[in-house]
C-alpha cells in the first residue's frame, strides 16, 4: 500500500494533485488506526495507562526517529504532528476504559 504511494508520479495539475493527495491521506487514515489500536493494547499493558502514564522520553524518542525517514518536516514539525496522533490515541483508550487491568 504505501510502496504504491512513493511511486515516481509528478502530478501537474490541481485535480492530479489531489488525487495523488487523497490516496497518501487514505493510507494515512489506515495506518493512525492501526497506530490507535496499538497504542490502546500498550496503555492496558503498562503498569499506569493513559495520560497519567505518559512517557514523554519515548515520544521524543518517537519522532527523533521518524525525522530521520522525514527530514524535510524534521522534528520541529514532527513533534506537534505526533503529539496530537498520541493524544488522540490517548484519549480514545481513556474512552474505552483502557486504563482498567486487562480481564
Ligand atoms: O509507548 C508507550 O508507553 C505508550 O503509551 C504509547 C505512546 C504512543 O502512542 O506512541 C503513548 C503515550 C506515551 O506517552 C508514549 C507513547
Do not use: W, Y
Request: proline share 6%; glycine share 8%; aromatic share 0%.
Amino acid at each position: 500500500m504505501v510502496g504504491a504511494l512513493l511511486r515516481d508520479e509528478s502530478p501537474t495539475t490541481l485535480s492530479e494533485c489531489r488525487q495523488a493527495i487523497d490516496r497518501v491521506d487514505a493510507a494515512l487514515a489506515t495506518l493512525l488506526e492501526r497506530r490507535a489500536a496499538l497504542a490502546g493494547i500498550v496503555q492496558r499493558i503498562k503498569p499506569v495507562g493513559g495520560f497519567a502514564g505518559r512517557d514523554l522520553a519515548r515520544e521524543r524518542a518517537v519522532v527523533a526517529r521518524m525525522a530521520q525517514r522525514a527530514p524535510t518536516l524534521g522534528e520541529t514539525r514532527l513533534a506537534p504532528i505526533m503529539n496530537a496522533v498520541i493524544e488522540a490515541g490517548l484519549h480514545l483508550a481513556e474512552e474505552r476504559g483502557a486504563d482498567r487491568p486487562p480481564a
